[in-house]
């Protein structure tokens, strides 16, 4: 109990539970003031804990010069600031893996509910529609369509398995070709020209922002839907608001957003998008493992035991 952690944020109750329960836990988010706890804990504290959408800034690590590790509850670590980590020997760990079948179950879930607008349906029938007005029009069938995935990696790669069992055909973008049967497209353009939906999978931070551009959401086109559960950084958000907006997208699923929680009022408003809260990873098991790991991580390097998932 004697070792201070630094919680940045609040986490799955299980899991803040067993944190708080095992260490002397500080929370940063609840502390009035911010700049005394950092230097109460200055000398102190090597351990912080924090998730993907919180993440670490280079200005509280800087307050923290005993810091050793940061344990991140997410695979996404765009919000920890890794220059700066990296540049002064802070160990980061993430939770890799135990996230993947979730999230690319949600990837499939908001590209069967575009295509098939499944949530439309659901309003269609709850408003009386259906009989006053009769069958929902027709949609779009998923075999057969084209489907784009950006970033193949451990999520990416999930979702090509879900959809190549739906009878879609498959391509994927990313930095470098990959030793797998689906066809490899270096220009994300060029891929977009080619399908039908495109499904964002790749990290956020500045290397992928905007990557998912004005020219990539008109090569996608009228027909065209847009899935994104990889971070609301990677699309130009503008752009595809105004190509929903305009009847030049076809459609879309979104599980992240530039400025979370807040989505924009025009994407609220369009009938054609289905809108979710971040929350790919979002079931009890997955919490649970993701927990598991997030604990073990800081266990192992209390215990001075090698990390298990050093990013
Ligand atoms: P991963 O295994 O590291 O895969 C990331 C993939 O993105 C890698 O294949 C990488 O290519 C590729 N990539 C890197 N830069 C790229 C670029 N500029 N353009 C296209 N692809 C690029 O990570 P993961 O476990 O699959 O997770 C992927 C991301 O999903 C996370 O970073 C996070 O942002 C997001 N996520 C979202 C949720 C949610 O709740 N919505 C939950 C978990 C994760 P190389 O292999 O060639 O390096």
């Not at 029009?137 to 057969?144: I, K």
């Not at 193949?152 to 990959?178: N, S, V």
């Not at 400025?259 to 979002?282: K, T």
């Not at 993701?290 to 073990?296: E, P, Q, S, V």
Request: hydrophobic letters at 45%; aromatic letters at 6%; a neutral charge.
């Amino acid at each position: 109990m004697t070792r201070p952690v630094l919680l940045m944020c609040p986490l799955y109750e299980p899991t803040q539970h067993e944190l708080e329960s095992s260490w002397a836990v500080q929370r940063f988010y609840q502390a009035k003031d911010k700049a005394a706890l950092l230097s109460e804990l200055a000398q102190t504290c090597e351990v912080v804990v924090t998730a993907g959408g919180r993440g670490i800034e280079a200005s509280v690590l800087s307050q923290l010069p005993r810091l050793k590790l940061v344990s991140c509850f997410g695979v996404g670590v765009d919000a920890i600031d890794l220059d700066y980590c990296k540049a002064h020997g802070i160990a980061v760990t993430n939770t890799p893996d135990v996230l993947t079948d979730d999230v690319a179950d949600l990837a499939v879930a908001l590209m069967l509910a575009s295509l098939r607008q499944v949530v439309a349906a659901d309003r269609w029938v709850r408003e009386g529609r259906w009989v006053s007005q009769g069958g929902l029009p027709l949609t779009t069938q998923v075999r057969g369509r084209r489907v784009g995935i950006v970033g193949l990696g451990r999520i990416g790669h999930g979702i090509a398995q879900r959809c190549e069992a739906f009878g879609a055909q498959i391509a994927y973008h990313g930095p470098r070709r990959k030793p797998v049967q689906w066809a490899y497209h270096a220009d994300l353009v060029e891929m977009a020209s080619w399908a039908d939906v495109l499904i964002a999978a790749c990290p956020g931070g500045a290397a992928t922002r905007g990557i998912v551009s004005r020219a990539v959401l008109e090569a996608l086109g009228p027909q065209g839907h847009f899935v994104n559960i990889a971070r609301g950084s990677v699309v130009d958000q503008p752009a595809l608001v105004q190509g929903l907006t305009e009847g030049r997208l076809g459609g879309a699923g979104l599980d992240v957003f530039e400025d979370e929680p807040c989505v924009p009022a025009e994407l609220i408003a369009l009938p054609h998008v289905v809108l979710q809260p971040h929350h790919g990873s979002g079931t009890h098991d997955t919490r649970t493992a993701m927990g598991r790991l997030t604990l073990d991580n800081v266990t192992a390097w209390f215990a001075g035991r090698p990390l298990l998932t050093p990013v």
